[in-house]
């Protein structure tokens, strides 16, 4: 099944729910930093991450340094974003 | 106890061990890349890696993308490498 891009009003739309998400200058992704206590729970926070993207078959792009977690969302074969990085980043909210 | 930094020829020799980590241009991290089969396997190994880094108390700047792992060593405390970088690295190698 092809995956389609969301509008530009369905992101908009998407993002005005996602407090803390923003949009990247193309458009194409939405990023955010998590900032933890220490390594341990920025790790404990990312293998929860890691276990929803396995699930999801939809993975983040993302980087570590000490206590703290940048996420992006895109979904390369949509050419943008799509429903699965909203619904990702909303369960990621969750957390 | 203060951490000290690693003299070049301390640091060219250890490096000398380590195939596939280059030095930065700046002479004080150590970086490489890894690639694995798909999402699952780097995260495994991500997490052999915070597993050791937790313990050792010395962390890994990194960054993934599905099946890839980028990740650079360097001991801020030091201000470059220090023998921790080359323990750490040593012992990633060993996974």
Known sequence: MAISR?????????????????LSEDGRAIARRFTFAD?????GFMTRVALLADKMDHHP???????RVDITLTTHDAGGLSQRDIK??????AF
């Open 61 to 67: 792009e993302w980087a570590n340094v000490y206590n």
């Open 6 to 22: 969301l509008t530009p009003s369905e992101r908009d739309e998407a993002l005005t729910a996602l407090a803390g998400w923003t």
């Open 39 to 43: 390594f341990n729970e920025a790790f």
């Open 88 to 93: 990702m980043a909303e369960a990621i909210e």
